[in-house]
Each structure stands twice: as structure tokens, then as C-alpha cells.
């Protein structure tokens, strides 16, 4: 069983800052790789950032230079630090645990607004 919780969203005016915290508990196997999606009303799930083991990342052009994503491998848990936040950031963000073979797994989500 691997469970995925993630926590820090919340209300923030366009250019304050939030961090995601993202935990991931049960068997974790090495060589995986955690991110951050997110999803708006009426668009698809779209990927913000991800981070391997090796602490390579990936992140959509939209939110570069912007959010910066970090993992602590001891504690399994995978961070989102947002800055210079836009209206448009406004979505749910998942959390996400990908292990190859081992599965596939997603957290609940946790809201992040930015007011104008």
C-alpha cells in the first residue's frame, strides 16, 4: 500500500508565495519520481513540475523561473515552493508518485487560489 498526502494550498493575492508539502508513505522503492500536477475547471491535468530520486527536474514553461520543486528522500516528501503567483495558478494540485511497474499513485489534491 502506498498512500500520497499533500498539504499548503490555500487563498493568496497574485504575487505572494505558497509551498506544497507532498508525503508519500507505505513501499516506496528507489528510482522514482514525484510531482506536481494541477488541474483548473474545464481543462485537463496538466504537469507543473516533477523531481527523480537523482533530483533531476522538469518543469512546463509556464511556471519556470517561478516555482521550484525539491524532494528530502529520507522523509519520501516532495516540495512546491510557488512565488511571484498569477491568477492563472489558481487550480487543484496533485501530488503524484510514479514507480515504474510498481504503479502509479495520486494524491487528493489541495486548492490554491490567487485573487487579482
Known amino acids: 500500500q502506498v498512500h500520497v498526502v499533500e498539504s499548503g494550498g490555500g487563498l493568496v493575492q497574485a504575487g505572494g508565495s505558497l509551498r506544497l508539502s507532498c508525503a508519500a508513505s507505505?513501499?516506496?522503492?528507489?528510482?522514482?519520481?514525484m510531482g506536481w500536477y494541477r488541474q483548473a475547471p474545464g481543462n485537463q491535468r496538466e504537469l507543473v513540475a516533477a523531481i527523480t530520486n537523482g533530483g533531476s527536474t522538469n518543469y512546463a514553461s509556464s511556471v519556470k523561473g517561478r516555482f521550484t520543486i525539491s524532494r528530502d528522500n529520507a522523509k519520501n516528501t516532495v516540495y512546491l515552493q510557488m512565488n511571484s503567483l498569477k491568477p492563472e495558478d489558481t487550480a487543484v494540485y496533485y501530488c503524484?508518485?510514479?514507480?515504474?511497474?510498481?504503479?502509479?499513485?495520486w494524491g487528493q489534491g489541495t486548492q490554491v487560489t490567487v485573487s487579482s
Open positions: 507505505g513501499s516506496i522503492f528507489r528510482g522514482n519520481v
Open positions: 503524484n508518485l510514479k514507480q515504474g511497474l510498481q504503479g502509479n499513485y
